[in-house]
């Protein structure tokens, strides 16, 4: 790799800084920088009305911000209210309607906006994208005789074929079935990865953030709450909304003893909280380790339920004392023989456990 070639992937190719906007005087994305890389897949992720989708906006030239800086490729294309049009950013665009146009074919569907190629390269072009989504025999089909996920492959394939500097997907996956959504979400990924596209992509679903992305922004409020590569996310949360919003998980309140918080299930490492704060413990229901035979001083917990769920046993527990009743959700992969009724040894894997100090939201 050339000097040149090695600065040139050293460059975003998106840059987000201090992003300020909003409808009316209400800001909806408030101070939010975002970096990505040439090749790798970022995750706008958060509950609805977070400020994804403006954000995502915002980078394509739709929305201008009230404030911050957007760079492509080290280029600025927008400072505050000064942008660039979105026409001359080079942004391909895939959305979850797929917004085709019924009277094309899907050849025409693809090369509507190649105006800028010879009929001979068009043609070349249009032929080479529909291969990469595995569609050339549908050439000359029309969009209504196709099923919903050969629409979104030549979705794909038109956003594609003008070879953008970076793909922006808004939901492209929500209109399709469960098993359909799966497969055309893979598929989309590897044609993205294989052509090396920068690409943004906004989804309220952990699990299709996980799968998708190299780096995830979590969003709340107009802000990004944390971002990281998925695992850190998802072990290494920084609040109780980043812990919560990846799956169910077991909330315990509690207060720092001796840098311990006391819980039911035992005292859990609790650094950098002060001596009587309050705090949150959180374990994830994949956290626990039961033994059927309880160890001297081991923390102990009821059997209540125990549904098996094919690949996980989906176990509910109860820890008892005289003065209360702790109920628990375990998920585990090797079930030792227990039974509903049994009382078992508590044990905790590390990673999945988080204490937080408790504020409004915990």
């Not at 920088?33 to 995502?56: D, E, I, R, V, W």
């Not at 970076?166 to 990924?189: K, N, V, W, Y």
Request: charged share 20%.
């Amino acid at each position: 790799m050339t000097t040149h070639q090695r600065k040139t992937l050293e460059i975003p190719s998106l840059d987000l800084q201090a992003i300020t906007h909003g409808y009316g005087d209400r800001p909806v994305v408030k101070d939010v920088s975002l970096s990505l890389m040439p090749g790798h897949l970022l995750c706008l992720l958060g509950p609805s009305g977070c400020g994804k989708t403006t954000t995502l906006r915002i980078a394509a030239g739709l929305e201008h911000p009230w404030s911050g800086q957007v760079r492509m490729n080290g280029e600025i294309v927008a400072d505050g209210p000064n942008a660039v049009p979105p026409e001359r950013r080079r942004i391909g665009f895939l959305f979850q309607d797929f917004a085709l146009f019924p009277h094309l074919t899907v050849a025409d569907n693809v090369a509507f906006g190649l105006t800028h190629l010879t009929k001979l390269e068009r043609r070349e072009r249009v032929s080479r994208t529909l291969e990469m989504v595995g569609m050339t025999d549908y050439m000359r089909a029309y969009p209504h005789t196709l099923s919903g996920g050969q629409q979104q492959r030549v979705a794909l394939a038109r956003a594609l074929a003008p070879e953008p500097r970076l793909m922006l997907l808004d939901e492209p996956f929500s209109g399709l079935d469960a098993r359909l959504r799966h497969q055309i979400r893979a598929e989309t990924f590897q044609v993205l990865r294989k052509n090396n596209v920068a690409a943004v992509m906004v989804t309220h679903d952990p699990e299709e953030a996980m799968y998708m992305a190299d780096q995830i922004a979590l969003m709340d409020g107009g802000r990004v709450i944390q971002q990281g590569p998925p695992a850190a996310l998802y072990h290494q949360p920084t609040c109780p909304f980043a812990a919560r919003f990846f799956g169910e998980i077991n909330e315990l309140p509690a207060v720092v003893r001796n840098g311990l918080a006391a819980t039911p299930v035992g005292p859990l490492p609790a650094p950098g909280l002060a001596e009587g704060t309050a705090c949150l413990a959180m374990i994830r229901p994949e956290g626990f380790v039961l033994s059927p035979s309880p160890g001297a001083g081991q923390p102990q917990a009821r059997i209540l339920d125990i549904r098996h769920l094919g690949r996980i046993h989906d176990i509910t527990l109860a820890v008892e004392t005289e003065e209360s009743c702790t109920p628990l959700h375990a998920h585990i992969h090797d079930l030792p023989p227990m039974a509903t009724g049994d009382v078992v040894g508590l044990g905790l894997i590390p990673d999945e456990v988080f204490v937080f100090p408790r504020d409004k939201t915990g």
